[in-house]
Protein backbone atom coordinates (compact mmCIF):
# COMPACT_ATOMS: atom_id res chain seq x y z
CA UNK A 1 0.00 0.00 0.00
CA UNK A 2 1.46 3.23 -0.53
CA UNK A 3 1.86 6.34 1.78
CA UNK A 4 2.30 8.75 -0.67
CA UNK A 5 0.24 11.66 0.42
CA UNK A 6 -1.86 13.89 -1.93
CA UNK A 7 -0.08 17.32 -2.51
CA UNK A 8 -1.27 20.21 -0.75
CA UNK A 9 -3.47 22.20 -3.50
CA UNK A 10 -2.20 25.23 -1.46
CA UNK A 11 1.29 24.49 -1.02
CA UNK A 12 1.29 23.70 -4.88
CA UNK A 13 -0.37 26.96 -6.02
CA UNK A 14 2.31 29.04 -3.74
CA UNK A 15 4.88 26.89 -5.48
CA UNK A 16 3.69 27.42 -8.67
CA UNK A 17 3.41 31.08 -8.62
CA UNK A 18 7.01 32.30 -6.42
CA UNK A 19 8.90 33.17 -8.72
CA UNK A 20 5.93 35.56 -9.68
CA UNK A 21 5.29 36.91 -6.28
CA UNK A 22 9.38 37.53 -5.71
CA UNK A 23 9.26 39.48 -8.62
CA UNK A 24 6.44 41.51 -8.00
CA UNK A 25 8.07 41.93 -4.36
CA UNK A 26 11.51 43.00 -5.65
CA UNK A 27 10.03 45.41 -7.82
CA UNK A 28 8.46 47.19 -5.62
CA UNK A 29 11.18 47.27 -2.52
CA UNK A 30 14.42 46.76 -4.87
CA UNK A 31 15.75 44.30 -1.83
CA UNK A 32 15.80 40.44 -2.51
CA UNK A 33 15.95 40.16 1.27
CA UNK A 34 13.11 41.84 2.39
CA UNK A 35 11.12 40.40 -0.61
CA UNK A 36 11.64 37.08 0.60
CA UNK A 37 10.37 38.25 3.94
CA UNK A 38 7.71 39.74 2.33
CA UNK A 39 7.16 36.18 0.52
CA UNK A 40 6.79 34.46 3.87
CA UNK A 41 4.03 36.48 5.37
CA UNK A 42 2.52 36.12 2.11
CA UNK A 43 2.52 32.27 2.71
CA UNK A 44 1.52 32.33 6.25
CA UNK A 45 -1.55 34.18 5.29
CA UNK A 46 -2.63 32.13 1.86
CA UNK A 47 -2.03 28.93 4.10
CA UNK A 48 -5.55 30.46 6.47
CA UNK A 49 -7.06 31.00 2.86
CA UNK A 50 -10.21 28.60 2.29
CA UNK A 51 -9.40 27.95 -1.19
CA UNK A 52 -12.98 27.29 -2.34
CA UNK A 53 -13.63 31.02 -2.17
CA UNK A 54 -10.53 32.20 -4.47
CA UNK A 55 -11.71 32.71 -7.67
CA UNK A 56 -8.12 33.73 -9.32
CA UNK A 57 -5.22 31.99 -6.98
CA UNK A 58 -2.54 34.05 -9.14
CA UNK A 59 -4.49 37.56 -8.59
CA UNK A 60 -5.36 36.70 -4.87
CA UNK A 61 -1.64 35.45 -3.94
CA UNK A 62 -0.52 39.08 -5.66
CA UNK A 63 -2.55 40.91 -3.80
CA UNK A 64 -1.47 39.42 -0.57
CA UNK A 65 2.12 40.40 -1.56
CA UNK A 66 1.68 43.51 -2.66
CA UNK A 67 -0.20 44.46 0.73
CA UNK A 68 3.19 42.87 2.46
CA UNK A 69 5.32 44.54 -0.10
CA UNK A 70 3.62 47.89 0.63
CA UNK A 71 3.85 47.45 4.48
CA UNK A 72 7.84 47.16 3.91
CA UNK A 73 8.18 49.36 1.59
CA UNK A 74 7.28 52.21 4.13
CA UNK A 75 9.19 50.99 6.79
CA UNK A 76 12.19 50.51 4.33
CA UNK A 77 11.68 54.20 3.46
CA UNK A 78 12.37 54.90 6.86
CA UNK A 79 15.57 52.92 6.81
CA UNK A 80 17.00 54.85 4.06
CA UNK A 81 17.05 58.10 6.15
CA UNK A 82 19.27 56.75 8.16
CA UNK A 83 21.45 55.34 5.47
CA UNK A 84 25.24 55.99 5.34
CA UNK A 85 25.85 56.94 1.66
CA UNK A 86 23.83 56.14 -1.32
CA UNK A 87 21.13 53.05 -1.58
CA UNK A 88 21.30 51.18 -4.20
CA UNK A 89 18.83 48.41 -5.17
CA UNK A 90 20.02 45.05 -4.02
CA UNK A 91 21.82 42.90 -7.58
CA UNK A 92 20.93 39.61 -8.39
CA UNK A 93 22.89 37.63 -10.45
CA UNK A 94 19.90 36.33 -13.11
CA UNK A 95 19.27 33.64 -15.01
CA UNK A 96 19.26 34.07 -18.84
CA UNK A 97 15.84 33.96 -19.93
CA UNK A 98 15.19 36.90 -17.87
CA UNK A 99 17.39 38.90 -20.15
CA UNK A 100 15.84 37.44 -23.56
CA UNK A 101 12.02 39.21 -22.00
CA UNK A 102 12.89 42.77 -23.00
CA UNK A 103 10.01 43.72 -20.74
CA UNK A 104 11.16 42.26 -17.48
CA UNK A 105 15.02 43.25 -17.99
CA UNK A 106 14.16 46.42 -18.30
CA UNK A 107 12.16 46.40 -15.20
CA UNK A 108 14.74 44.84 -12.49
CA UNK A 109 17.20 46.75 -14.41
CA UNK A 110 19.08 48.96 -11.40
CA UNK A 111 18.36 52.01 -13.79
CA UNK A 112 15.01 51.22 -13.51
CA UNK A 113 14.88 50.32 -9.96
CA UNK A 114 16.35 53.39 -9.33
CA UNK A 115 13.56 55.49 -11.16
CA UNK A 116 10.57 52.71 -9.39
CA UNK A 117 12.68 55.07 -5.90
CA UNK A 118 11.36 58.36 -6.71
CA UNK A 119 7.87 57.01 -6.55
CA UNK A 120 5.60 56.74 -3.89
CA UNK A 121 4.84 53.25 -2.76
CA UNK A 122 1.01 53.16 -3.81
CA UNK A 123 2.61 54.90 -7.20
CA UNK A 124 5.23 52.39 -7.13
CA UNK A 125 2.66 49.58 -6.34
CA UNK A 126 0.28 50.43 -9.17
CA UNK A 127 2.88 50.93 -11.71
CA UNK A 128 4.57 47.76 -11.16
CA UNK A 129 1.45 45.79 -10.63
CA UNK A 130 -0.05 47.87 -14.02
CA UNK A 131 3.00 48.00 -16.67
CA UNK A 132 4.75 44.50 -15.82
CA UNK A 133 2.14 42.29 -14.75
CA UNK A 134 -0.72 43.90 -16.57
CA UNK A 135 -3.04 43.20 -13.63
CA UNK A 136 -6.39 45.23 -14.77
CA UNK A 137 -7.82 48.13 -12.67
CA UNK A 138 -10.12 46.20 -10.53
CA UNK A 139 -7.27 43.80 -9.39
CA UNK A 140 -4.95 46.28 -8.78
CA UNK A 141 -7.58 48.51 -6.92
CA UNK A 142 -8.30 45.56 -4.34
CA UNK A 143 -4.47 44.94 -3.80
CA UNK A 144 -3.60 48.86 -2.82
CA UNK A 145 -7.25 49.51 -1.62
CA UNK A 146 -8.22 52.12 -3.73
CA UNK A 147 -11.09 52.69 -6.01
CA UNK A 148 -10.09 51.39 -9.65
CA UNK A 149 -11.01 55.25 -10.62
CA UNK A 150 -8.46 56.34 -8.16
CA UNK A 151 -6.16 53.41 -9.53
CA UNK A 152 -5.96 54.96 -13.39
CA UNK A 153 -5.22 58.29 -11.72
CA UNK A 154 -2.18 57.04 -10.43
CA UNK A 155 -1.11 54.80 -13.21
CA UNK A 156 -0.96 57.64 -15.40
CA UNK A 157 0.79 59.84 -12.91
CA UNK A 158 3.02 57.32 -12.19
CA UNK A 159 3.73 56.43 -16.11
CA UNK A 160 4.29 59.81 -16.76
CA UNK A 161 6.69 60.68 -14.17
CA UNK A 162 8.56 57.55 -15.24
CA UNK A 163 8.61 58.64 -18.76
CA UNK A 164 10.32 61.46 -18.25
CA UNK A 165 13.35 59.50 -16.03
CA UNK A 166 13.88 56.10 -17.72
CA UNK A 167 16.28 55.36 -20.36
CA UNK A 168 15.71 57.62 -23.62
CA UNK A 169 15.69 54.68 -25.84
CA UNK A 170 15.52 50.78 -25.56
CA UNK A 171 18.69 49.31 -25.10
CA UNK A 172 19.27 46.03 -25.67
CA UNK A 173 21.76 43.36 -23.36
CA UNK A 174 23.66 42.79 -26.45
CA UNK A 175 24.30 46.67 -26.74
CA UNK A 176 25.04 46.86 -22.97
CA UNK A 177 27.67 43.81 -23.38
CA UNK A 178 29.51 46.40 -26.48
CA UNK A 179 29.53 49.39 -23.61
CA UNK A 180 30.28 47.00 -20.71
CA UNK A 181 33.45 45.38 -23.21
CA UNK A 182 34.67 48.64 -23.73
CA UNK A 183 34.41 49.88 -20.61
CA UNK A 184 36.23 46.99 -18.80
CA UNK A 185 39.11 47.44 -21.18
CA UNK A 186 39.69 51.33 -20.29
CA UNK A 187 39.81 50.25 -16.18
CA UNK A 188 41.04 47.73 -16.49
CA UNK A 189 44.31 49.29 -18.54
CA UNK A 190 43.88 53.03 -16.69
CA UNK A 191 42.97 54.06 -20.50
CA UNK A 192 40.98 57.73 -19.49
CA UNK A 193 40.52 58.34 -23.57
CA UNK A 194 39.45 54.97 -23.87
CA UNK A 195 36.62 55.72 -20.48
CA UNK A 196 35.83 59.44 -21.43
CA UNK A 197 34.97 57.73 -25.21
CA UNK A 198 32.58 55.25 -23.58
CA UNK A 199 31.24 57.94 -20.81
CA UNK A 200 28.43 60.36 -21.08
CA UNK A 201 29.25 63.67 -20.47
CA UNK A 202 26.73 63.88 -17.36
CA UNK A 203 27.61 60.46 -16.49
CA UNK A 204 27.02 59.77 -12.40
CA UNK A 205 28.44 57.10 -10.35
CA UNK A 206 26.71 55.94 -7.34
CA UNK A 207 28.16 53.76 -4.83
CA UNK A 208 26.63 52.12 -2.16
CA UNK A 209 28.99 50.48 1.01
CA UNK A 210 26.29 50.74 3.33
CA UNK A 211 28.81 52.32 5.73
CA UNK A 212 30.67 48.46 6.11
CA UNK A 213 32.79 48.99 3.04
CA UNK A 214 34.03 52.13 1.43
CA UNK A 215 32.38 53.78 -1.13
CA UNK A 216 31.56 57.34 -2.46
CA UNK A 217 29.25 58.83 -0.46
CA UNK A 218 27.60 61.58 -2.74
CA UNK A 219 26.70 60.95 -6.12
CA UNK A 220 30.16 61.54 -8.73
CA UNK A 221 29.01 63.57 -12.03
CA UNK A 222 30.67 64.32 -14.88
CA UNK A 223 32.85 62.32 -17.59
CA UNK A 224 35.97 63.77 -16.22
CA UNK A 225 36.01 63.15 -12.51
CA UNK A 226 34.09 59.47 -12.91
CA UNK A 227 37.23 58.77 -15.46
CA UNK A 228 39.41 59.92 -12.59
CA UNK A 229 38.07 58.23 -10.24
CA UNK A 230 37.82 54.44 -12.14
CA UNK A 231 41.17 54.72 -13.64
CA UNK A 232 42.93 55.95 -10.27
CA UNK A 233 40.85 53.79 -7.95
CA UNK A 234 41.08 50.73 -5.76
CA UNK A 235 39.58 48.43 -9.13
CA UNK A 236 41.94 50.14 -11.04
CA UNK A 237 44.77 49.59 -8.87
CA UNK A 238 44.10 47.16 -6.10
CA UNK A 239 44.35 44.14 -8.09
CA UNK A 240 40.79 43.42 -8.54
CA UNK A 241 39.54 41.28 -11.05
CA UNK A 242 36.49 41.67 -13.19
CA UNK A 243 34.32 39.46 -15.16
CA UNK A 244 30.94 40.16 -16.31
CA UNK A 245 27.84 38.30 -15.57
CA UNK A 246 23.92 39.23 -16.19
CA UNK A 247 22.72 41.06 -12.94
CA UNK A 248 19.50 42.20 -12.92
CA UNK A 249 18.83 41.29 -16.85
CA UNK A 250 21.73 42.96 -17.80
CA UNK A 251 25.20 42.42 -18.81
CA UNK A 252 27.31 44.25 -15.50
CA UNK A 253 30.54 43.74 -13.95
CA UNK A 254 31.41 41.29 -10.93
CA UNK A 255 34.77 42.56 -9.06
CA UNK A 256 36.40 40.40 -6.59
CA UNK A 257 39.27 40.96 -4.64
CA UNK A 258 41.74 38.80 -3.37
CA UNK A 259 39.10 36.24 -4.12
CA UNK A 260 36.09 37.68 -2.46
CA UNK A 261 32.96 39.51 -4.20
CA UNK A 262 33.94 42.98 -3.66
CA UNK A 263 31.72 44.79 -5.83
CA UNK A 264 28.90 44.19 -8.63
CA UNK A 265 28.70 47.26 -10.91
CA UNK A 266 25.81 47.97 -13.01
CA UNK A 267 25.53 50.22 -16.07
CA UNK A 268 22.69 52.58 -17.73
CA UNK A 269 23.26 53.18 -21.60
CA UNK A 270 21.75 55.90 -23.15
CA UNK A 271 22.50 57.04 -26.62
CA UNK A 272 25.28 54.41 -27.01
CA UNK A 273 27.37 55.50 -23.98
CA UNK A 274 27.28 55.35 -20.08
CA UNK A 275 24.62 57.90 -18.42
CA UNK A 276 24.88 55.83 -14.91
CA UNK A 277 27.11 53.41 -12.92
CA UNK A 278 26.03 51.74 -9.96
CA UNK A 279 28.53 49.99 -8.13
CA UNK A 280 27.29 47.91 -4.98
CA UNK A 281 29.73 47.00 -2.37
CA UNK A 282 27.48 46.39 1.04
CA UNK A 283 28.31 43.18 1.86
CA UNK A 284 24.62 43.00 2.70
CA UNK A 285 23.27 43.59 -0.41
CA UNK A 286 25.58 40.93 -1.86
CA UNK A 287 24.33 37.67 -0.72
CA UNK A 288 22.18 36.35 -3.21
CA UNK A 289 25.18 37.29 -6.11
CA UNK A 290 26.58 33.05 -5.18
CA UNK A 291 23.08 31.80 -7.33
CA UNK A 292 21.25 32.82 -9.87
CA UNK A 293 17.53 34.19 -9.03
CA UNK A 294 14.94 32.78 -11.29
CA UNK A 295 12.18 35.85 -12.24
CA UNK A 296 8.40 36.01 -14.01
CA UNK A 297 6.00 37.51 -15.05
Do not use: C
Not at 22 to 30: H, I, K, Q, S
Not at 210 to 220: D, E, F, R, T
Amino acid sequence: MSDERSPDPATEAFVAHRNLLFTVAYEMLGSAADAEDALQETWLRWADVDLDTVRDQRAYLVRIVTRQALGRLRALGRRKESYVGSWLPEPLLTTPDVAEDVELAESVSMAMLLVLETLTPTERAVFVLREVFDLDYDEIAEAVDKTPAAVRQIAHRARSHVAARRPRGEVSPADTRGALAAFQHAVETGDMQGLLDILAPDVVFLGDGGGIKQAVLQPISGADKVARLLAHGQIRTGGAIMRPAEVNGYPALIVHLDGELDTVMALRIDDGRITGLYAVRNPEKLSHMGRETSLSR
